[in-house]
């Protein structure tokens, strides 16, 4: 019983690990996202760091549009980077977990 406690605390020390590496991964992994328009464009990290902005001149006429353009195209990029977060790191921890009845 003591040796299966043991084995399981392995485990679960290996999966943390390998969730601590995937966060670390999803640093470097860059999303695209537009307005529908192209006019601004963003760039973010699967872990939700803004990466770059790119705003078309026209936006820069219209603070009140500039403003709705990056809600919305914001908003698109944090939504998209964070499925793409969740969906790696519970590849990850399911993948370590060892199998415990009732979890």
Do not use: C, W
Not at 32 to 53: C, P, Q, Y
Not at 79 to 89: C, G, S
Request: aromatic share 2%; glycine share 4%.
């Amino acid at each position: 019983m003591f040796g299966d406690m043991m084995g399981m605390m392995n485990k679960l020390k290996e999966a943390q690990k390998k969730v601590e590496e995937t966060k670390e991964r999803l640093h470097s992994v860059l999303l695209d996202e537009a307005s529908t328009d192209g006019k601004l464009k963003v760039t973010i990290t699967a872990n939700r760091t803004l990466k770059s902005i790119d705003v078309d001149e026209e936006l820069l006429t219209d603070k009140e549009m500039l403003e709705d353009y990056l809600i919305l195209t914001l908003n698109k990029a944090i939504e998209r980077a964070t499925a793409v977060n969740e969906a790696e790191i519970a590849a990850v921890a399911k993948e370590g977990m060892p199998n415990i009845p009732g979890l």
